[in-house]
């Protein structure tokens, strides 16, 4: 396969990593030779990286297999999670999550690529979460006209920045990858 091939969020080979690519640009630049320029997440590390190959270069592509799982609860450093046909249970590297596992709850559905059927290699949590606030300073009267933000701990444990109207006890829906308050829940 070559860079004609490319897309985002596959996985390649490169300089012996295996590496997610997170965003690619095909250029040609007047009269010189058309190159892609990818930028990648190498999987192990987590490093970003980038790198410009030339239009038809061969690469070398990673078979990796997206499946569903059922996050459980937390053991060490890693989350346990449940292949909901099989029933089998599965250790994944926290880190597989980014900052995205402070919003989790225990019961959620995650996306996970797995590399030859057994060795997980990205995870993904759910995009958006609704969690209860379970501790906010609470809203003074006539102050909610600005568009000032105060500190919110949600049921997690995790805080995030929330509008002066919210209170304890309410739900709100939270963008995981951002780590940031979209809004409130009826």
Not at 32 to 44: D, W
Not at 78 to 93: A, K, N
Not at 110 to 138: F, I, Q, R
Not at 143 to 162: I, Q
Request: net charge negative; glycine share 8%; aromatic share 10%.
């Amino acid at each position: 396969m070559n860079t004609s091939d490319l897309s985002r969020g596959c996985f390649i080979k490169f300089n012996g990593e295996l590496c997610q690519v997170t965003e690619y640009q095909h250029r040609t630049p007047g009269n010189l030779r058309a190159f892609y320029q990818v930028n990648m997440r190498v999987i192990r590390t987590g490093k970003q990286i980038e790198n410009r190959f030339r239009a038809g270069e061969e690469i070398e592509f990673v078979r990796v297999e997206m499946k569903q799982y059922q996050y459980l609860y937390k053991d060490g450093d890693s989350l346990v999670v449940m292949d909901q046909e099989t029933f089998d249970q599965l250790y994944i590297p926290e880190i597989l999550f980014g900052s995205a596992f402070a919003f989790m709850k225990e019961g959620v559905i995650v996306d996970v690529a797995m590399e030859g059927g057994d060795n997980p290699v990205s995870a993904t949590a759910p995009s958006k979460m609704e969690l209860e606030v379970t501790y906010t300073e609470p809203a003074v009267p006539g102050n909610t006209a600005t568009n000032t933000l105060k500190p919110a701990t949600l049921e997690t444990g995790a805080s995030v920045m929330v509008p002066l109207f919210v209170n304890t006890g309410e739900i709100i829906r939270v963008d995981t990858a951002a780590g940031t308050y979209v809004e409130r829940v009826k």
